[in-house]
């Protein structure tokens, strides 16, 4: 089956209100690209992106996240080694003792000065976009 | 062929820089879903969300436009008729005569305070949105 068009996924950015300088919850992942990554999968069919972004996070870190806004889509075709995805990355908040599950092996809580670099996909550069926004208010812009 | 995803596209507000009151262009659609529309389209695989705003741009109303930012991303399963999509926003400027064709059976240009209702899609919500942000600088949030 080839698909004609991108196909969507999002991305999750989960801040801990519940703890000092609200860290971020990043992932290992189980299958390939393997390496760390923000919490995410694909968009089902006849679900909004809002509900895709509550559920993998239910089912990754095994939180129920309350979404603040949508952050930013990223697109480029090179951006997943599978195929051409789209990524609609938002900032959700959390609370509690994140629990890694389905396509997550593992989980780790960084604070934003300790978040690492080489990440899959293209999350070093979403992350530096959050960092840049988190800290000045400054949104990807053209 | 039946899609496990969502399909991506891109609706793009552009704003004429060159007129007073900067105002907006809408289309009037050639295929069903007949009716007035914000211009638009799909977006191919192996292309950005950002080439294809520029792309459909060029394509509906006829002008080489420049983006300026990613606005929001609408994902209702039942805001389009034929099939799930869901459509990344984008606003961006452009200067010069528009001209409707390919799916753009017609255009006119609007202000803001002239927009009118009834339009395909969710884009009377996303018109509403825009109008917000465009006024109180109030983006869409959860």
Not at 17 to 44: H, Q, T, Y
Not at 99 to 114: G, Y
Request: hydrophobic share 35%; net charge negative; glycine share 4%.
């Amino acid at each position: 089956m080839t698909y004609r068009n991108p196909v969507p996924t999002v991305d999750i950015i989960v801040e801990l209100i519940d703890r000092p300088s609200r860290p971020i919850i990043l992932i290992e992942r189980k299958n390939p690209p393997l390496g760390w990554a923000i919490p995410g999968g694909f968009v089902d069919y006849g679900e909004s992106v809002e509900t895709a972004a509550v559920r993998e996070a239910k089912e990754e870190i095994g939180l129920q996240v309350e979404l603040i806004e949508q952050f930013h889509v990223y697109s480029a075709p090179d951006r997943d080694p599978r195929k051409h995805t789209l990524s609609i990355v938002f900032l959700a908040t959390g609370t509690g003792e994140p629990q890694a599950a389905d396509d997550a092996k593992n989980l780790n809580i960084f604070n934003l000065w300790e978040i690492p670099t080489n990440l899959c996909f293209d999350h070093d550069q979403i992350l530096r976009d959050y960092r840049r926004y988190r800290h000045y208010q400054v949104r990807p812009r053209y």
